[in-house]
């Protein structure tokens, strides 16, 4: 498998790291494309195996995927670049670009006068680097074959979900978006137990290991977050009372509203 990323940022970066460190690609069959030296610095410390190019038609040769990873005002311009050049038959875009749809994508790629070729709409959230993504997926004039290809590469940077065109603006928001949501859950939590008087570095451990027991627990028993809730409240006792004071503050409502707020 051979893969290029044209624009090597934040989410394309990862997605590039992620498939490397996880050795789905091996890193001479990855190419980077981006114009910005700090980005090549990074790839050429991070793996000097990686191909670097600063010409997006020329990187994409000989590439069976290219993620398009580029902020969505400058999708067009890049595919106008890369249009006639693309093999049509062989090979797979992929654009990780929100709310860039599949007829902007094919309108982009001039699919009605030169042929169309197999899309994917693809959101992931950073933890892709690592491996522990999200990831969702929707496809449009694809193969078997190529479905497997895609869901293979990402499969092994996370979980992926293959979902349709009309959810992914929503997914998006719960997913991509939530990642810092939940940090700023955690990050509250810490600065709730430094004015308690814990140490900041103690109250970090303390937040992470507590979540990762909670997410534990509901993998474990297969349950919704409700049930682990009741279990560990009681009638008059401090969990209740702490819950109760986040609800009266708005805590539900607020990430519900947020939520909707990225649901674009």
Request: some cysteine.
């Amino acid at each position: 498998m051979k893969i290029t990323v044209i624009g090597g940022g934040n989410m394309g970066g990862a997605i590039a790291q992620g498939s490397v460190r996880e050795s789905i690609v091996a890193p001479h069959n990855v190419t980077i494309a981006d114009p910005s030296p700090a980005v090549n610095k990074f790839f050429s410390e991070f793996n000097p195996s990686i191909n670097l190019c600063q010409d997006n038609a020329k990187a994409i040769i000989g590439a069976d995927i290219i993620i398009i990873a580029v902020k969505p005002w400058l999708v067009e311009s890049i595919l106008e670049e890369i249009c006639d050049v693309v093999d049509r038959e062989k090979q797979m875009i992929v654009s990780i670009a929100a709310l860039v749809s599949f007829e902007n994508l094919n309108e982009y790629l001039q699919s009605t006068q030169k042929g169309c070729l197999a899309l994917y709409r693809v959101i992931p959230n950073t933890a892709i680097s690592l491996g522990h993504s999200a990831t969702f997926i929707c496809k449009h004039n694809s193969s078997t074959e190529q479905d497997d290809m895609i869901i293979s590469l990402l499969n092994g940077l996370g979980k992926t979900f293959v979902v349709e065109e009309s959810q992914m603006s929503s997914l998006t928001a719960l997913s991509s978006c939530g990642i810092a949501y939940i940090y700023k859950y955690i990050d509250a939590s810490i600065k709730g137990g430094i004015e308690m008087g814990i140490d900041c570095n103690l109250a970090r451990e303390v937040v992470l290991q507590t979540i990762e027991g909670a997410l534990k627990m509901l993998n474990t028993n297969n349950t919704m977050p409700q049930i682990e809730i009741d279990k560990v409240t009681t009638p008059g006792g401090i969990t209740l009372k702490g819950l109760e004071e986040m609800e009266r503050n708005g805590f539900t409502s607020a990430v519900i509203k947020g939520l909707s707020a990225s649901n674009l």
